[in-house]
């Protein structure tokens, strides 16, 4: 299928840990790069490839891959981590990318 | 330091053609891809094509939206373009342009703020 699925609400307590994840088909073959979009903002790359963080992002945002699922981990959740993430990837012919459907990750 | 700026009418009519242009200031055109990526208002991200800047200038369009749009370059401004045909309400979004990168997989480095667009008559 060409479709990336996040769950649409995840919730942290502060310092805790979290995982976002992203399933999909087209994983099995290309890696996702990870965003983070707070209100009224574009998006910030957090995560691309194997689990490579772009210049300053804080090292607490991890990635994973594991057969059709890549994964997002913040590592003690900071109360500015709260915000919507989207995976990004290839879809199953390679030709198109697309986007999953965000996750908004709220931080108790 | 590469910056992205959307420009175009944040009003088009319905039936008619969304037209935005995205500078590129701080880098070169002539490498990377080139996308736009679109956000409906309260909903997520949309992938909507990307170009390539390379000697093919091959481009890639969303299978949805394939019928009604063209990316374009203008190397010569720094500047790519999107055209987007017989618009309705459901076009209605915040359109992004954005710097592809392969590197890994592909990823979007640099965003532009986003410009909003509104379909109504």
């Known amino acids: 299928s060409s479709e990336l699925t996040q769950d649409p609400d995840v919730s942290v307590a502060l310092g805790q840990t979290v995982r976002i994840t992203c399933q999909g088909d087209s994983l099995r073959r290309y890696y996702a790069s990870w965003y983070q979009q707070k209100p009224g903002q574009a998006p910030v790359l957090v995560i691309y490839g194997s689990n490579t963080r772009p210049s300053g992002i804080p090292d607490r945002f991890s990635g994973s891959n594991s057969g059709n699922t890549a994964s997002l981990t913040i590592t003690g959740a900071q109360a500015e981590d709260e915000a919507d993430y989207y995976c990004n990837s290839r879809d199953s012919s390679g030709n198109h990318l697309l986007f999953g459907g965000g996750t908004k990750l709220t931080v108790l | 330091q590469v910056q992205l700026q959307e420009s175009g009418p944040g009003l088009v009519k319905p039936s008619e053609t969304l037209s935005l242009t995205c500078t590129v200031s701080g880098g070169s055109i002539r490498t990377y891809y080139w996308s736009w990526i679109r956000q409906p208002p309260g909903k997520g991200l949309e992938w909507i094509g990307f170009?390539?800047?390379?000697?093919?200038?091959?481009?890639s369009y969303s299978p949805s939206l394939k019928s009604r749009v063209t990316i374009s370059v203008d190397t010569s401004k720094n500047q790519f373009s999107l055209k987007l045909s017989s618009v309705t309400v459901a076009d209605t979004a915040v359109y992004y342009c954005?710097?592809?990168?392969?590197?890994?997989?592909?990823?979007?480095?640099?965003w532009g703020q986003g410009i909003p667009v509104t379909v109504s008559s």
């Open positions: 954005a710097r592809g990168v392969v590197s890994g997989g592909d990823s979007y480095d640099h």
């Open positions: 170009i390539y800047t390379s000697d093919s200038g091959d481009t």
